[in-house]
């Protein structure tokens, strides 16, 4: 199993930023994709952005040029940089982890979401 616990979160005037960390543990071994989600009241769960064990990042269209992915590989942490914040980010925000096994086996994980509240 894998445990993720997410941190940074609040509220913020539009315009300005956030950080938001996301530590993995328990069974940490073969994870290679970590990422963020997150869900708006009323609407759907969607990807916010995802980065590989390799680096390689991937952004959902409204948040390219704000937000930034990184991660610590070493330290089984994520960050997700969240710059010029709008209303429309505001949601809850989940730390994702995924293990992918050479027969394709897939195992997702959770965190249990943090608050952002971006005031117009």
């Known amino acids: 199993q894998v445990q993720l616990v997410e941190s940074g979160g609040g509220l913020v005037q539009a315009g300005g930023s956030l950080r938001l960390s996301c530590v993995a543990s328990?069974?940490?071994?073969?994870?290679?994709?970590m990422g963020w989600y997150r869900q708006a009241p009323g609407k759907q769960r969607e990807l916010v952005s995802t980065?590989?064990?390799?680096?390689?990042?991937n952004y959902q269209d409204s948040v390219k040029g704000r937000f930034t992915l990184s991660r610590d590989n070493a330290k089984n942490t994520v960050f997700l940089q969240m710059n010029s914040l709008k209303p429309e980010d505001t949601a809850v925000y989940y730390c994702?982890?995924?293990?992918?096994?050479?027969?394709?086996?897939?195992?997702?994980?959770w965190g249990q979401g943090t608050q952002v509240t971006v005031s117009s």
């Open positions: 994702h982890a995924q293990k992918t096994f050479a027969d394709r086996t897939t195992y997702h994980f």
């Open positions: 328990g069974d940490t071994f073969s994870i290679n994709v």
């Open positions: 980065i590989t064990s390799g680096g390689s990042t």
